[in-house]
């Protein structure tokens, strides 16, 4: 049954949007099926994942996840609500507690799937947003000098860090936990030793918000190989800027820097996440050259979805 699916939604995906990669077997996991008013049949596998207390993973999800990997084939709207209509059944035999979710990841231009999710709960919590082509000339001069930070920068990188968690903890992206400089330290520490780029803004010698990036191989059986396709493509993990320089053109300074460092020859593009409820961040990736691929459908806690 699972490779027709496969087929039929890679065909489906690459009609809908061309920088879509074609579909892969889900992961090991419960698997579940529904039957279509038209008498054809879908699946998808449901996986669970814990986040252990005191990883980067906390700080952007809830400790327990319940993911969908729907295989609709061409189904669309229909498949997609047959397969969430056999959601909470599974959820209530688990009695999921508050810090849990259940999230599908499901194409951006799919706007027929839209409707499925939101009357089961979903909200779009984030974007998996692409760019694609060279670096491009560098925009108006904004004051910031741009560097590769050092170790020495720990201490401005980790303020900078939680300057993003924390307003994006307010549109609901992040999750602002106990402990979560000590958490953001340990994984800027560990990306300045092993030479991962971060870059930091400063004005007038003062540290004002910094960019972490570097370059990820989209290859058969590789997680990326799900997200984007085949190939070199740069990731911008984190852009965050002081809100005493925001609006003042720093943010865009900083990825003129990136992407001149991640956009080199022989890279497809470049990805992120955002997050759609952010009334910054749409505008300004957008203008950064970045489209959504992918949206995160989110209902948390689990036992929220209908």
Known sequence: MTAPLVRA???????????????????????ITAALADGERVAGVITKTSADPGTPQTLWSAAQVWELHPLVGSAGRAGIDGL???????????????????????????VEATAAFLAHGFIPLAVLAV?????????????????????????????????????????????????AASIKRDTLRRHLAQGDPVWIAEVDGVPVGHVEGWHTNSTAGSWAETRVRHGRWGYVNCLSVLPSARGTGVGRALMDVAHAALLGPGTAGSFLYYNPPNPVSPVFWARQGYRPLWTVWETRPAGAVR
């Open 131 to 179: 760019r694609t082509g060279r670096a491009r000339p560098g925009g108006e001069q904004t004051g910031a000098a741009i560097r590769r930070a050092t170790a020495s920068d720990l201490d401005a990188l980790v303020a900078s860090a939680m300057a993003e968690v924390e307003y994006s903890s307010l549109v609901g992206g992040a999750v602002l936990r106990a402990g």
């Open 84 to 110: 969430l209509r056999r959601w909470p059944s599974i959820v209530a035999r688990v009695a999921p507690g508050r810090d849990s979710a259940c999230v599908v990841t499901w194409p951006s231009r799919d």
């Open 9 to 31: 939604q890679s065909a489906r995906f690459a009609a809908l949007d061309p920088l879509l990669p074609a579909v892969v077997d889900p992961p090991p996991g419960e698997v």
